[in-house]
């Protein structure tokens, strides 16, 4: 009785945990799930890593992030990849 109650607590949590982040990143980017915005995220990924970027995802940089150094975290640019296809 205790373990089944256990159970269904620990489904109900991953469940709202699971909705959450995706309700998250459907709102911040509602196109992530078209399949060619996808495709723009690989060819962006595989273009800076020839180091030959769009013109499009230049655009997207901020001049505040330019400014603010050389030490970029992953996930600011990640953040500016996504915000280039996926919005």
Same mark, same amino acid.
């Given at each position: 009785m205790l373990i089944s109650k256990i159970r269904v607590t620990f489904l109900r949590l991953f469940l709202f @945990?699971? &909705?959450?982040?995706? =309700?998250?990143?459907? @709102?911040?980017? !509602?196109? @992530? &799930?078209? !399949?060619?915005n996808w495709i723009c995220f690989k060819e962006i990924i595989a273009k800076s890593a020839e180091n030959k970027i769009s013109f499009k995802t230049a655009l997207e940089i901020s001049p505040s992030y330019l400014l603010k150094g050389k030490n970029k975290k992953t996930s600011s640019k990640i953040r @500016?990849? =996504?915000? =280039?296809?996926?919005?």
């Open positions: @945990i699971f &909705l959450g982040i995706f =309700a998250g990143l459907y @709102i911040s980017w !509602p196109g @992530i &799930l078209k !399949p060619g @500016i990849v =996504a915000d =280039a296809c996926f919005r």
